[in-house]
């Protein structure tokens, strides 16, 4: 057993690249290893900005050996008609390695065939590892690849170096023109080598105390974290973290080193958010707050290296940050002098989607499509959603949206207040594009759902209307996205629309004059099947059973509200004893009527003469219909699922006795007639629960 360590030196890799090729190179290396039978205690990976570092623990010395059965060609071809190996089965012992007394032969379903054991593995590791380095590097996927110099190979960067040892030995191969050895490379300033490794066990330690190096991005990550919290408490205050710029600022160094910067307290007059985001997305820093929430006239950068001078480095970081909120303040100003309804104006030059028109129709669409939301919602809002759908866009046209795409909406939201508008209006601006993802939050305020959801809506019925549908992983405008969104707002807000029918006043609200490449039927019924499959995705993620899924959406979808409580009962039901049973009976009713109904075109309305009824049998089942058709209605108002498939159960046995006792298809067309509106009657209140047709036994 001896310790394998691989290191591919590189230029700065973009930080975007780093946390997915760490996880690749373990993913490729442990299968690389696993398919070429070598041992091993564990494989992890760790990446920095300018390296990529697999490490293997107690790799074996050698191959596991296996024995396996190789199949070799029929034997009716293997030896000629004086008994003398063909051509066909020397080929196979040749290619196997392997002496003719050991070949057997095996009965198979296409024949007799000859067969071999032979033992597999055994090599030498060192000597099969530079065939697996140079695949694990060339198995690297990059959004984007670039080459150098006279090169035909493409990195995400260019290599620089190429360290590989097994224990003390180093693995020879050469990648890009270069040869693999024991040297590695440090931090460019604080250690830069470069440095021999005598042996693959000493590696970490010459990369930290040599190299000056943190190789583990998790490691940087905390020390920026602790120490950032630890600068921040001596200012009385908290860092305001942000996962993902925390996560790429520890990707940006090898040598992490935060230090607090400070500006003028003049610039707190500008919102937190402009704050914020003229601090993360230009110059990588953290906002400070106090712990009301306010933030405090400081920021967190992180250095890459420990400067001679920490004061001169701080004041080259506040002299870049202070341009950037002067230019954040201009932009405000600017902003606060503007006109709303100049904005307005200014919107039907901003275009939507080519022959959609402008984002003034779109506003204008979104006014309409807001209030009748909100007249089904909550009509108390009506007025007030009406103009936030109106006010929606308005930012896209400020000088600070101009600047920061990211707060579209947000600044919206705070250009409101600040004009006076009522709250309700600000808010539901402001959350106009939430949820913006699976992970992000629903809007918080009613108001925000209601805009949020006509936006979504129009974006979805403009786009397939010109049928831009997504396929298979093109999705350009976010469809998916925007149509789970528009799921997820109504089943958390407990809302009862219809959600066809707000795809269909989205429709209506569009001019006339479009040149749409669907008709309106074929741009609803695509728009059913899309949220059909949303809803099936959406569900089967939540954990429930496709078979259960499949049917509740069957049942039908509209009111997505009632649909996540017959998705919830009907798993319920699905768990209980006996409902397989329940299924094949009520399939078998379901069964009959469709046959009659689709294949010899009988009109049934469900409507049954109980005086008609003869046998036993179909009697009480009418009984029962009658007996229990109140209670079902009344449970069905009141949306409780979970009652009204225990009384499916309690019809079942009802069921059971009738099909056991009683001849459908029987010779007087009357009889036939009124059994078949029973059973109509029946099936018509379970379709109402669900598709008993998808659910599979």
């Not at 379903?109 to 033992?119: P, S």
Request: with cysteine; hydrophobic share 45%.
């Amino acid at each position: 057993m001896a310790d394998f360590i691989l290191e591919i030196g590189i230029e700065e890799m973009p930080a975007r690249f780093v946390p997915r090729l760490g996880i690749d190179i373990k993913d490729i290396f442990g299968s690389l290893l696993d398919e070429n039978m070598i041992d091993c205690e564990s494989v992890e990976a760790f990446a920095t900005p300018r390296r990529l570092t697999v490490y293997v623990k107690d790799m074996a010395q050698v191959q596991r050996k296996m024995e396996e059965e190789v199949s070799g060609p029929p034997a009716r071809i293997a030896y000629d008609a004086e008994g003398k190996p063909t051509k066909a089965l020397e080929g196979f012992v040749r290619s196997q390695g392997i002496a003719l007394e050991d070949i057997y032969t095996v009965e198979t379903d296409k024949g007799e065939y000859l067969a071999a054991k032979k033992v597999v593995g055994g090599g030498n590791t060192i000597d099969i590892l530079p065939d697996l380095c140079v695949t694990a590097i060339k198995g690297l996927s990059f959004p984007k690849k670039m080459k150098w110099g006279n090169l035909d190979f493409a990195f995400g960067r260019p290599l620089r170096w190429l360290l590989c040892l097994f224990g003390s030995d180093v693995v020879e191969f050469e990648m890009a023109g270069l040869p693999s050895g024991r040297k590695t490379f440090g931090h460019r300033v604080m250690g830069a080598g470069p440095w021999d490794v005598a042996d693959a066990s000493d590696y970490f330690s010459i990369i930290k105390d040599k190299c000056s190096v943190i190789i583990s991005p998790d490691e940087r990550g905390e020390y920026v974290r602790k120490e950032g919290d630890r600068l921040a408490s001596e200012l009385g205050g908290s860092v305001v973290w942000k996962d993902s710029l925390l996560q790429e600022v520890s990707n940006l160094v090898e040598l992490p080193m935060p230090i607090i910067g400070g500006f003028d307290e003049s610039f707190l007059e500008l919102p937190r958010e402009v704050l914020l985001t003229s601090m993360e997305s230009h110059q990588k820093c953290f906002g400070i707050q106090k712990d009301d929430g306010k933030l405090l006239p400081h920021f967190l950068c992180t250095l890459n290296l420990v400067p001679k001078d920490v004061e001169l480095v701080r004041k080259g970081w506040e002299k870049v940050l202070k341009a950037r909120l002067e230019d954040a303040r201009f932009f405000w100003k600017n902003d606060l002098k503007a006109d709303v309804e100049t904005w307005l104006d200014k919107l039907d030059n901003v275009v939507f989607l080519g022959p959609l028109g402008s984002m003034g129709d779109k506003s204008r669409r979104m006014e309409r499509l807001a209030a009748m939301i909100a007249a089904k919602v909550d009509s108390s809002l009506q007025t007030e959603l009406a103009r936030a759908g109106r006010l929606a866009k308005a930012d896209l046209v400020s000088e600070m949206v101009y600047e920061f795409d990211s707060l579209q909406g947000i600044m919206g939201g705070i250009y409101a207040a600040k004009r006076g508008e009522e709250d309700v209006i600000c808010k539901a601006i402001a959350e106009q594009y939430l949820p913006a993802g699976p992970d992000s939050p629903v809007p918080s305020s009613l108001g925000g759902a209601i805009v949020s959801m006509s936006d979504k809506a129009d974006t979805l019925v403009g786009c397939f209307g010109l049928n831009k549908i997504p396929t298979g992983a093109n999705d350009a405008y976010a469809l998916r996205r925007a149509a789970l969104g528009i799921v997820r707002i109504i089943m958390d807000y407990g809302m009862r629309v219809d959600v066809l029918k707000v795809m269909e006043t989205a429709f209506d609200g569009y001019s006339k004059d479009i040149k749409w490449k669907l008709s309106k039927t074929e741009i609803l019924d695509k728009l059913s099947e899309f949220f059909s499959s949303r809803l099936r995705a959406y569900f089967s993620g939540q954990g429930f059973e496709t078979r259960v899924v499949d049917a509740a959406i069957g049942a039908g979808f509209r009111d997505l509200t009632a649909l996540k409580a017959r998705i919830e009962a009907l798993a319920e039901f699905a768990a209980a004893e006996g409902f397989e049973q329940s299924v094949l009976t009520f399939k078998r009713a379901a069964n009959i009527i469709r046959k009659q109904v689709g294949e010899e075109g009988l009109e049934l309305s469900g409507g049954f003469e109980a005086d008609r009824l003869v046998e036993p049998q179909e009697i009480k089942l009418a009984e029962k219909l009658d007996e229990s058709a109140g209670r079902f209605e009344e449970l069905w108002e009141n949306d409780e699922f979970a009652k009204l498939f225990a009384i499916l159960g309690e019809l079942r046995p009802f069921v059971d006795e009738f099909f056991d006792n009683v001849m459908v298809n029987c010779e007087d067309q009357g009889l036939k007639m009124n059994r078949l509106n029973l059973l109509q009657a029946l099936v018509d209140r379970l379709s109402r629960l669900a598709d008993f047709g998808a659910l599979q036994i």
